[in-house]
């Protein structure tokens, strides 16, 4: 028998490889354990997103700055702030971001996708995701696909960033099989900074990101069959603690994390919190 292909998205990787017992409580146990409340910053992350999902969406003649406002008031996420106070400064500082984000955009120029699902499958994976953008920009032999990652965490990105992200790369590998074109440029946009972190792969980086994935699809695979076969769930998809773990979902669920105080939900779009996840 053929095996099954792995169905996955980058964040269902992305998890496992950050830590097998999240994935376990995420994607294994049935029904997953309750969460933690909803975080700021995914609030704050999700509203930015949508605007910028929806600013494509208007005909290009009203992509104005003015209507920026409303394009962010209607796709507002409330829940995680401390208080209407901190809400309400996230929401100045995410509209200021948008303002100083679209004076870089040519305003008529529309993307070949926005949050457009690529799909590729793979002799292991059957991979899909929602890439933020996808740009068709002039090349030497032609127009080339860019991929476009919009960023809203505290910390900037550098290129290494852009050059090590599996998502990124999942993606440009299945765009260019998608669309029948290369896609070989990946970016990061951290709207907070204004800056483009970009990398430009290769047939053999992205072939590499790919073999990496499904290195990591065959590891989550042995698990599944082990825990079938009758192992301990807790042994076959260990905890990995670390300063992660205060800002996890299941650290209320997990043993070890609940070891690691935890992060308020605010405390990631708090000027003053010290360590942020990235958005
Ligand atoms: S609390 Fe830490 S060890 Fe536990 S599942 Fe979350 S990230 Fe993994």
Redesign the pocket.
């Known amino acids: 028998m053929p095996e099954r292909l792995f169905v996955c998205t980058p964040s269902k990787l992305g998890t496992y490889a950050d830590?097998p017992?999240?994935y376990r409580?995420s994607y294994v146990d049935g029904p997953s354990p309750p969460k933690g409340p909803p975080w700021a910053h995914n609030s704050l992350g999700a509203s930015v997103h949508t605007a910028l999902r929806n600013w494509y969406a208007l005909p290009a003649d009203r992509r104005r700055p003015e209507a920026l406002a409303g394009l962010l008031r209607g796709t507002w996420v409330r829940e995680g702030y401390r208080d209407d106070e901190q809400e309400r400064s996230a929401y100045r500082r995410a509209l200021g971001w948008l303002e100083s984000y679209v004076a870089t955009l040519e305003p008529d120029a529309d993307p070949l996708g926005v949050e457009r699902v690529v799909a590729v499958k793979t002799a292991v994976l059957a991979f899909n995701g929602r890439a933020d953008r996808i740009d068709s920009r002039p090349g030497p032999d032609g127009p080339e696909l860019v991929i476009v990652d919009y960023k809203t965490g505290r910390t900037g990105l550098d290129a290494d960033d852009a050059r090590g992200s599996q998502a990124l790369a999942l993606y440009a590998y299945a765009a260019e099989r998608t669309f029948r074109r290369p896609c070989r440029r990946v970016e990061l946009h951290h709207l907070p900074t204004g800056t483009v972190a970009g990398h430009d792969h290769t047939v053999e980086s992205l072939a590499r990101q790919v073999t990496r994935a499904e290195e990591t699809a065959r590891d989550i695979m042995a698990a599944e069959r082990a825990v079938a076969d009758g192992s301990d769930p807790d042994e076959a998809f260990p905890?990995?603690?670390g300063p992660?773990?205060g800002w996890?979902d299941?650290?209320r669920t997990?043993p070890?994390?609940a070891q690691t105080p935890g992060k308020d939900p605010w405390a990631a779009v708090d000027r003053a919190a010290d360590a942020t996840p990235g958005g």
Do not use: Q
């Open positions: 830590c017992r999240r409580y905890t990995t603690p992660k773990c996890c299941y650290r997990c070890a994390g």
